[in-house]
């Protein structure tokens, strides 16, 4: 006997109630309009690719949805796009200014609680400015040299999320321009700042596309920068994937052991293999890639550090055909506002011992000239990087923020670890300015 309450209405027949459906549509992941191409917009929601340019426009200049369709834009293709997706945003938990120079640091609350840093950066043509965004909640690549390494990695950020950094940064120059009276814009973007792009390459890419896309924010992709310590699996992605892309790598030493101290990344991808990467890229993008290294006093900076890099300077050119750009860049301190500790020894991890994970290992060298010299004799150039907006932690290297100012929810990616050494680590500054 079937006991079962029976139904007049056949089974399996009937569609689901209004609250039903409501009830489906709101557990149905939604679409964040700032990371999204027009063409995917458009296969999302069955719209007109125009209507989903001037969408994807709108998300991009207003921050959200307008109540009602502009005359530029189908009633319907809005409401569409609306049913299928929203523009989110990220909180601005503080906003500092050096005082020292025209750097501007940010530090955004995301939906979770956690807090990532961005910095506006000042290039050589007044009014042009570069975005250096975070694609990581910490990082898990413990760089010596880094303050974002001392975090641990919480999380990979969506491609919204790092999108959205840029998009209100940009709109922050605009109300200050607008105050100055005087016009200014972004006009790069690095991705160095906290965490491993690469690490998240994915999420990277997209908001690559997404930021160099002409109704989006429209930034040219030959003035982004992705900055690794060398993942050679994402460098050539990123060759193949967003050819206009330029590449920065972080060296920290080119021998091998003493990089490894200063780089534990380089136990799983060593300098080698990673230079083959940053080759191929090379001549598949036509791009030079830069090469930072940042100078600590009794680590990397002797004569016979100097020589050993031009030495590979050289032999990359002659091998690829293309000349690296060497950035050369002063230490900024990581540490707190101590008297200084001295540097680790030859055979001593940096940060190892008494000092603990609080102090800053290194101090900043005194041989920059000597260095550059040891290089201009072996017929190598290099630029010095000038890392401003130190006053205000926004300096190279410099990036972090405690996560205990705002507890992270229990949601995904929250527990703090340590990824596979298949992820690289933070680069340790921003690359040299555009012109």
């Known amino acids: 006997m079937n006991l079962r309450p029976q139904s007049n209405a056949p089974r399996d027949s009937a569609p689901p109630s209004n609250a039903t459906q409501s009830s489906m549509d709101e557990r149905r992941p939604r679409i964040a309009l700032q990371a999204v191409l027009p063409a995917e917009l458009a296969a999302a929601c069955g719209i ?11 998300a991009h200049r207003l921050g959200e ?30 906003r500092r200014a050096s005082a020292e120079d025209p750097f501007v ?38 760089c010596a040299f880094c303050a974002t390494g001392r975090m641990g990695l919480t999380r990979n950020l969506e491609a919204w999320e790092i999108v959205e950094q840029v998009r209100l940064i940009r709109r922050d120059l605009a109300a200050s321009a607008e105050r100055a009276g005087g016009g200014a814009r972004i006009h790069g973007v690095l991705f160095q700042g906290m965490g491993e792009p690469l690490a998240n390459a994915d999420r990277v890419i997209q908001a690559i596309r997404v ?32 050819p206009g892309v330029r590449l920065g790598l972080s060296l920290g030493s080119v021998r091998p052991g003493r990089r490894r101290l200063l780089m534990p990344i380089d136990g799983a991808h060593p300098l080698e293999e990673v230079l083959a990467a940053v080759g191929e890229h090379a001549r598949a993008t036509g791009h030079a ?22 030495a590979l300077a050289r032999g990359f050119a002659a091998q690829h055909g293309v000349s690296p750009r060497l950035s050369l860049i002063p230490y900024n301190s990581i540490g707190p506002a101590d008297p200084p500790q001295p540097p680790p020894g030859p055979a001593e991890p940096p940060g190892a011992g008494e000092r603990g994970a609080a102090a800053d290992p290194f101090v900043r060298s005194a041989r920059l000239a000597a260095f550059r010299a040891v290089l201009a004799a072996a017929g190598v150039g290099s630029i010095v990087r000038y890392s401003g907006g130190g006053d205000v932690g926004a300096a190279c290297g410099q990036l972090a923020r405690s996560q205990a100012e705002a507890p992270r929810s229990g949601g995904r990616g929250a527990s703090r670890s340590r990824r596979a050494p298949d992820a690289a680590g933070d680069g340790p500054g ?3 300015r555009p012109a």
């Open 289 to 310: 890639p830069m090469w930072a290294y940042t100078l600590l006093a009794d680590q990397n900076d002797s004569d016979e550090d100097a020589a050993s890099l031009a």
């Open 65 to 94: 949805l307008p109540v009602r369709a502009p005359a530029t834009v189908r009633r319907a293709a809005l409401d569409a796009a609306r049913a299928v997706g929203e523009v989110r945003t990220l909180e601005l938990s503080e």
């Open 48 to 58: 007109d690719i125009t209507d989903a340019r001037r969408i994807v426009s709108l």
């Open 430 to 432: 921003a690359p040299p």
């Open 211 to 242: 930021l160099s896309e002409p109704s989006a924010q429209a930034i040219d992709m030959r003035n982004i920068t992705v900055c690794t310590a060398g993942l050679p699996s994402g460098i050539r992605r990123l060759a193949a994937e967003v």
């Open 105 to 142: 640091k940010y530090a955004f609350r995301l939906d979770d609680g956690a807090i990532v840093e961005s910095v506006r950066i000042p290039l050589e043509r007044p009014g042009r400015y570069s975005a250096c965004v975070s694609s990581q909640v910490g990082c898990a690549l413990a």
